[in-house]
């Protein structure tokens, strides 16, 4: 038996579901953490006034509020960069963000097929990627059908997977997505739902704190 998240973006509600079909995110048993989570998603104070984009329904709600609450100097300092900053003019490269310790990696980049993409997770750190131009897939596979594929380097582990088991979303403008250590991926997929595969991804690693 397994847990499974289930998330709707458009209205920021989510439910916990037990089945058989696989274990993609973190399971939290609490309901009011669940309810909290909603709550403080609707009541958008994180967002230091980033109007631009909202979670895709994949994101962890509870993961995200959680770390939030232990971690919101880095969080806040994410979102209110975001809000000031020019994504699509700021040029590419590695740009700190004042204050703290994070790095935004600004990329201009293309989407390439599946069997060229590794999957990955990461045990120190958060991605928090945002398309801002173009469109990007991800994917997100079953823990319970993969294995690790070498050793951890550099807080980076890949892993081999069931396809048949992987679920894929793409990303656009209006979402961003976050991937916590239970959510290992794969980004940088081709979409099928557009011909043209280039796109500028904001990438920016948040510590994880237990």
Do not use: C
Not at 38 to 52: L, P, T, V
Not at 55 to 67: G, I, K, M, R
Not at 113 to 122: F, T, V
């Amino acid at each position: 038996m397994s847990f499974l998240v289930s998330l709707s973006a458009g209205a920021q509600t989510f439910g916990v579901a037990r089945n058989m079909e696989g274990y993609y995110t973190k399971y939290f048993a609490s309901k009011q953490l669940w309810q909290d989570a909603e709550k403080w998603i609707a009541g958008g104070e994180w967002r230091q006034g980033f109007q631009q984009a909202a979670p895709h329904a994949s994101v962890n709600l509870a993961d995200f509020y959680t770390q939030y609450q232990r971690n919101p100097e880095q969080w806040s300092a994410l979102f209110k960069w975001l809000h000031d900053t020019d994504l699509l003019a700021i040029p590419k490269g590695k740009h700190p963000i004042e204050g703290t310790t994070l790095v935004v990696s600004v990329e201009d980049s293309k989407n390439e097929p599946l069997a060229k993409r590794q999957s990955e997770s990461h045990y120190h750190h958060i991605d928090f990627q945002y398309v801002v131009k173009g469109t990007e897939r991800f994917g997100v596979i079953d823990h319970l059908t993969s294995q690790p594929k070498g050793q951890w380097r550099d807080d980076v582990i890949h892993y081999d997977y069931d396809l048949r088991r992987t679920r894929f979303y793409d990303s656009t403008p209006d979402a961003f997505f976050i991937f916590f250590p239970s959510d290992w991926h794969i980004a940088k997929v081709e979409s099928p739902k557009t011909d043209d595969q280039t796109i500028r991804v904001i990438v920016i690693k948040v510590d994880y704190i237990d």
